[in-house]
C-alpha cells in the first residue's frame, strides 16, 4: 500500500562492504562498481529514480543531482525490457541452473517500484535452513510477469530480508545473515506513495 513502510537489504556486497556504487545523502561513500550486468538505481532530491545501465553511471555521477543510490547485479529486465542472454543461457558467465532465495526490485511503466522476494517455505515451520527457491532466470520471469520494464537482483540466498509496516501491522521475511546496507522506502510528504 502506498503507506507501507518498507525495508530491505540492498545491493550486493564483498566482505563486510557493500558492493558498487553508493550514494548517501548525496555524498559518494563508494565509488561505482565495474560489469556488464550491474545496475544502479539513483534518486534525486524530488525522490525520481533513475535506472542505470553500467555506462550510464558515469554521466550521473558527474550530473551532481543524485541523493541516494545503490548498484547490484546481476540485471534481470535491461533498459530493452528483455532479460540478458547470460541470465537465460548457460556458459556466459551467470550460473543458470543454481537456486536459491531471491530478492529483486523492479519498476513498473508508471514509475512505481516493485520489490519480490521468494523462498521455499513448502515444508512449514520445518522448512530448511537452507535456502531454496527459483534461478536468476526464473526470478527474472517472475518481474516481467509483475509488469516490471525493469529489474536487478539484490543480494539473494541468506541474506534476503524484506520488512513492510502498515497501519500498525508488520510483516517480515528475515535473512539469516547481517547485511551492510538497507534501503528504506516510506510515503511521500503529504500522502501519496
Known sequence: PESAVLAVNAGQF??????????????????PGHGPLSTALAWDAAGRVRWLAPSEIGTERGAGRTV???????????????VPRPI?????????????ARLAIGVLADGRL?????????????SPAIPLGLTLGETAELMLGLGCRRAVSLDGGISAQLLVREGGRTLAWRGWRPVPLGLVAEPAAGGGG
Do not use: C, K
Open 68 to 82: 541516494e543510490a545503490i548498484q547490484s547485479y546481476p540485471t534481470l529486465v535491461d533498459e530493452r525490457g528483455e
Open 114 to 126: 516493485v520489490v519480490a522476494i521468494t523462498r521455499f517455505n513448502g515444508f512449514g515451520p520445518v
Open 88 to 100: 537465460r543461457e548457460p556458459g556466459l558467465g551467470v550460473d543458470t541452473e543454481h537456486r536459491d
Open 14 to 31: 564483498s566482505g563486510l562492504a557493500p558492493w558498487g556504487w553508493v550514494v548517501m545523502d548525496g555524498r559518494e561513500v563508494r565509488p
